[in-house]
């Protein structure tokens, strides 16, 4: 039986719909000033936002989270835990994690958020993680591998002197929150899985500053750098169609 749920052309389109509303939080987020507010009040515009626009949170699927976001600060690499006790502040790297179920179908997207001014180092490392997705997409066609991907984002990071996080990868995305399969954001040109038109994929490097080695932290979610360095990431949900990679969280 196959792991990977491939996905129709409609089933693309309506992908693309719960995409679309990620990305027009992020428009708005972007507009706005996140300095002073709490991690919770961001989290609340984001949860109020997707019911606007009669869908759901898909990160409230999964078992015990109920939150409509993730938002991890600084060194907190990914799965930060919104809290009224966070409060953003000048010189922040704010990650914003967002999910969004429509009509039964899941798009998932992440952005780095510089809450100016920033250091001349942080603004560079969420550069290049911004960059290095932006140089994944266009290897996201049938007969490719996955190892291209990943060794795409691990060349232009280690470059640059940053480090791929290894602990946590992208992953299939449509049907549900997290499918088939495992999308590394490292490895070796011509290895791993054959990428297969009609996957869905969130691909999502996550760089950090210094080492790649992460710590969890005892609430269960929240994952930080183990050296206490800064860490960026972005994400995209990109089909895979006959004419080449469609980003579905733009």
Known sequence: MRDVRLKSADDIERI????????GIFAELSGG???????????????ERIHRHKARPSFKTIRKYDHASCIS???????GIPSKNKIVRAGDLVKIDIGVVKNGYFADSCKTFLVE????????????????LAAA????????????????????AEGRGFSVVRDF????????VHEQPAVPHFGRKGTGRIIEEGMVLAVEPMLNEGAP????????????????????????????????PVVLTI
């Open 137 to 156: 997409i266009p290897l996201l066609c049938a007969g490719k591998r996955l190892g291209d991907v990943g060794a795409a984002i691990q060349s232009l």
């Open 33 to 47: 000033t996140l300095e002073a507010r709490s991690t919770l009040e961001i989290d609340r515009l984001i949860e």
């Open 169 to 176: 990868t992208g992953h299939g995305v449509g049907f549900a």
């Open 117 to 132: 001014p920033v250091s001349k180092r942080a603004a560079f490392l969420a550069q290049t993680t911004e960059e290095a």
């Open 213 to 244: 080695e992460v710590l969890s932290l005892l609430d269960g979610w929240t994952v930080v750098t183990a050296d206490g360095r800064l860490s960026a990431q972005f994400e995209h949900t990109v089909a895979v169609t006959r004419n080449g």
């Open 16 to 23: 693309r719909e719960a995409g679309r509303i990620i990305a």
């Open 73 to 79: 600060l600084n060194n907190e690499i990914v799965h």
